[in-house]
């Protein structure tokens, strides 16, 4: 049985190579915390898959050093368009106005975006083990037992730490821990396809496209290549197509449903058929287990945010196990994973059902062109935000609080528990302390000390800045807020930190 945590090896061990495990190796990299990854495929894949990166997302790729190659490598979608049969938009919504530096998506192909997180992760020091699959994983008081089996069917057993299940919805992790993925599927059958098309829409955007025979949906990928969804498949249909279409089935899929002088499929390097899915696991952790992306959750592709969802995972536990790993955490701080991923995978799965129903009346629509009442601007920018993730909110979480004087007085802005919108900028990894306004030195130098190795205080000015003290999280939520920053502010502050971070101090 091999231990890991010596010289060389890692205490965490993270079971899937997906866009999930391959983000929190490198951020727990990043936070200078080793994993070791273990991936089951002897190679990487060339599929599509989830190709939707949202606005919310290219702000921790940003943090997390590597938003440029993305940027550089993915076709950006502004907008969301909704077709007729003959190709006459009837409807469009635009991410602009979603409040954060990126208003549009990064569409990219699920392979290229491992292979970018993959680089990150090697430039890390980190690596991916491959063709190696868990086939158990066991509890035990101080760590977790892993049963690994090599490709050539040699079997061993590792120790660790801590395992982050990121291995898909059929995940070891999640089986070892008893739970089920809990919730529902969708109607029908859908087919996915990575192809090329002659047609006349434009590529700075998704297209839905409502037909009598059923929905086709497309967005742009790289290389002038397109995501596929082919939908409201009949039972005879589904059969006829199988699990791994061939190109002349896709082809005459889509032919099924748009006429080949308005979209002609040219070529097909990938599809598959599936079943949308609605499902939570109702605990994302336990002790020394954690699950991650669809080993935790699945939703419908229609809200573009599965993946996403993975990565934002992955971004809320990598710091707090790094803090754990070191020996500055509370048991509390760990602990918190659990109950704020799954408040906001629920809010995720909420929008997801909500933009899955949205997109079939739409195609409905489009189809009988009979179309409701407009929705309000309000209720426009509420979906946009809601799609690009921004909505995301901790609060109620034992993380966030704040100190207001006098009390029941209102702030405006953001508040605990909130994404901080500036949090791009902030690409360190420790807890980081906006001071705005008249702070006196002296009231902040005894916090300062205390937690120099933790928080970095630093001045701050802008527009919707509350006047006092903001504490971000090193995942750019907003941990606390003092107003305003007096002795009384700065101690209720201090006296939040150390409910979940141990001092050098003590």
């Known amino acids: 049985m091999g231990r890991m945590g010596g010289s060389g090896e890692a205490d965490v061990l993270v079971i899937g190579a997906g866009p999930a495990g391959l983000f929190a190796a490198l951020e727990l990299a990043r936070h200078g915390v080793r994993a ?47 077709f007729d049969p003959g190709l ?94 809990v919730g529902s599927t969708y109607p029908g059958v859908a087919l996915v396809a990575d192809v090329r098309v002659t047609c006349g829409l434009p590529r700075d955007g998704s297209a839905l496209i409502g037909c009598p025979a059923g929905y086709v949906f497309l967005a742009p990928l790289p290389g002038g290549r397109w995501i ?25 899929a889509v032919g099924r449903r748009i006429p080949a002088d308005l979209i002609r499929v040219d070529d097909v390097a990938w ?30 592709p229609f809200g573009g945010e599965g993946l996403n969802s993975g990565l934002h995972d992955g971004a809320n536990l990598a710091w707090k196990l790094a803090l754990e790993a070191r020996g500055r955490a509370r048991p509390g701080l760990l602990e918190s994973f659990a109950v704020e991923r799954t408040a906001a995978d629920r809010q995720v799965l909420e929008v997801s059902d909500q933009v899955h129903e949205l997109a079939h009346a739409a195609a409905e629509s489009a ?61 360190g990894t420790r807890h980081t302390l906006l001071l705005s306004g008249d702070v006196p030195e002296g009231e902040v130098a005894p916090l300062r000390r205390r937690w120099r190795d933790l928080v970095d205080v630093v001045p701050a000015s802008g527009a919707g800045l509350t006047p006092g003290a903001v504490l971000v999280r090193p995942d750019g939520f907003i941990a606390f807020r003092a107003a305003p920053a007096d002795r009384a502010g700065l101690r209720a502050l201090d006296a939040h930190l150390d409910s979940y971070l141990v001092s050098l101090a003590g």
């Open 36 to 82: 070791r990854v273990v991936e089951r495929a002897p190679q990487p894949h060339r599929q599509a898959r989830a190709t939707a990166l949202q606005p919310a997302t290219l702000e921790i790729l940003q943090r997390a050093g590597c938003l440029d190659r993305v940027l550089g490598a993915s076709v950006h979608v502004g907008f969301a368009r909704v």
């Open 88 to 181: 006459s938009c009837v409807s469009e919504l635009a991410l602009a106005g979603a409040g954060c530096p990126w208003e549009f998506q990064c569409s990219l192909p699920q392979w290229r975006t491992e292979q970018i997180l993959a680089e990150r992760l090697t430039e890390l020091g980190g690596a991916v083990d491959r063709g190696i699959s868990v086939v158990s994983v066991t509890e035990r008081e101080d760590s977790v037992l892993a049963g690994l089996e090599e490709a050539d069917g040699t079997r061993r057993q590792v120790e660790a730490a801590w395992v982050i299940g990121a291995g898909g919805a059929h995940s070891a992790t999640r089986a070892s821990m008893g739970e089920d993925l």
């Open 228 to 252: 596929s969804f082919v939908g409201d498949l009949d039972g005879q249909e589904a059969e006829a197509l199988g699990r791994d279409p061939d190109p002349a089935a896709v082809t005459a």
């Open 271 to 300: 599809a598959s058929t599936f079943r949308m899915q609605r499902r939570l696991a109702p605990r994302l952790a336990d002790s020394r287990r954690f699950l991650l992306g669809d080993a935790g959750h699945l939703s419908s």
């Open 367 to 427: 189809r009988t062109g009979s179309f409701p009442a407009p929705p309000s601007p309000e209720a426009v920018a509420a979906l946009v935000r809601a799609r690009s993730m921004l909505d995301v909110s901790y609060t109620g979480s034992p993380l966030a609080a704040e100190y207001v004087a006098p009390p029941g007085r209102t702030l405006d802005g953001p508040g605990p528990g909130d994404r901080y919108p500036g949090r791009a900028g902030l690409t």
